[in-house]
């Protein structure tokens, strides 16, 4: 069993909806991260969180809200997608303070259908 | 530019045979860690082994070994004895010093393991 946990698992969505993705991680990790994962394409970060402070946005856009209320917990809100947006949606933790080696460990994905 | 490439879209093997996996990547920092993970059909990506970049030796976890060849920026996963579960996708990655806790991956290879 994962120590990172997705929910949903799949998740189907018309572009006017609101809906949030829920990753909970058991591993008492202090940085959480969303990726990107689209057909073709190689996994995409998009947001970065360390003791529950953003760290990273890499230029994504308002359409896609995150929130860490704290360590364990990562939501991505969704708003107002596009077509485009369709894709698997990875959470993943990691141990800062590791230097290079610390390996993240990843949910098993929301897949995001926009209709 | 890409900082990680895979050339290899998919790869056949039959059971029992070494299969070797290119990724080559590109840095200008002295210190790096290089990462294969493995993604099954389920979604998650599972961790498999690491490489540091001043690591004198290659790193080898079980049927996984990567052949690190600084000069040259590779770092090939070698699979030995491929078994059927084996059969999915496989991303190489890397951590930069300067990128500190996130990683870049490349676009994955499709390992097919035949019986």
């Known amino acids: 069993e994962t120590g990172v946990t997705q929910t949903p698992r799949h998740l189907v969505m018309g572009m006017t909806n609101k809906k949030s993705l829920k990753c909970e991680q058991h591993?008492?990790?202090?940085?959480m991260y969303w990726y990107k994962q689209s057909a073709k394409k190689p996994l995409e970060l998009m947001f970065v969180?360390?003791?529950?402070?953003?760290?990273e946005n890499n230029s994504v856009p308002s359409r896609f809200s995150p929130e860490c209320p704290n360590s364990s917990h990562l939501f991505l809100h969704l708003h107002t997608l596009q077509p485009e947006d369709s894709a698997l949606y990875l959470c993943?933790?990691?141990?800062?303070?590791?230097?290079?080696?610390?390996?993240?460990?990843f949910g098993e994905g929301s897949r995001l259908t926009v209709l | 530019a890409q900082k990680i490439t895979q050339t290899q879209p998919g790869m056949f093997v039959q059971e029992k045979e070494a299969v070797t996996l290119d990724c080559t990547y590109d840095?200008?920092?002295?210190?790096?860690?290089l990462f294969w993970y493995k993604q099954p059909s389920s979604g998650e990506m599972i961790f498999l082994i690491y490489?540091?970049?001043?690591?004198?030796q290659n790193a080898t976890e079980g049927r996984y070994s990567l052949n690190f060849q600084k000069a040259r920026k590779s770092a090939n996963l070698v699979i030995s004895a491929s078994q059927l579960g084996d059969s999915a996708m496989y991303f190489c990655?890397?951590?930069?010093?300067?990128?500190?806790?996130?990683?870049?991956f490349g676009k994955g290879t499709m390992l097919l393991v035949s019986p």
């Open positions: 993943a933790s990691s141990q800062k303070g590791q230097g290079l080696t610390g390996e993240l460990f």
């Open positions: 591993l008492g990790h202090n940085a």
């Open positions: 969180y360390n003791f529950k402070e953003q760290t």
């Open positions: 840095t200008s920092d002295p210190s790096y860690g």
């Open positions: 490489q540091g970049s001043y690591d004198q």
């Open positions: 990655a890397m951590r930069e010093e300067g990128g500190y806790s996130t990683l870049t």
